[in-house]
């Protein structure tokens, strides 16, 4: 997932849709209101998750440790089938 998330193309995506949601927020007080209860119970449901899921990850390591191995190749194989996908968001538009 880091991987996936530190690539130019996505990391320029997840920025703009945090620019807009947080513009949204700051002009919109009912959405603000909305949002903001939202977000605290998303934070409320990850932290629960997390520790609930902590003894379950910890049992399924090796799998999990495999799956990652896998989808790093997969996206070795996609780098460098497209290197486009390793270019500034500016250079792709152009």
Avoid: F, M, W
Avoid at 25 to 43: D, I, L, Q, T, Y
Avoid at 66 to 87: F, M, R, S, T, Y
């Amino acid at each position: 997932v880091s991987r996936v998330a530190s690539l130019a193309l996505v990391s320029c995506a997840c920025g703009a849709v945090a620019s807009a949601y947080g513009r949204t927020k700051e002009r919109h007080p009912c959405v603000r209101s909305v949002c903001s209860v939202a977000e605290k119970g998303v934070k409320t449901l990850t932290a629960a998750a997390a520790s609930g899921a902590r003894p379950l990850l910890t049992r399924l390591e090796p799998q999990i440790s495999a799956a990652n191995e896998l989808a790093c190749k997969g996206l070795d194989k996609l780098e460098e089938k497209l290197p486009i996908l390793q270019q500034p968001p500016e250079r792709v538009t152009s």
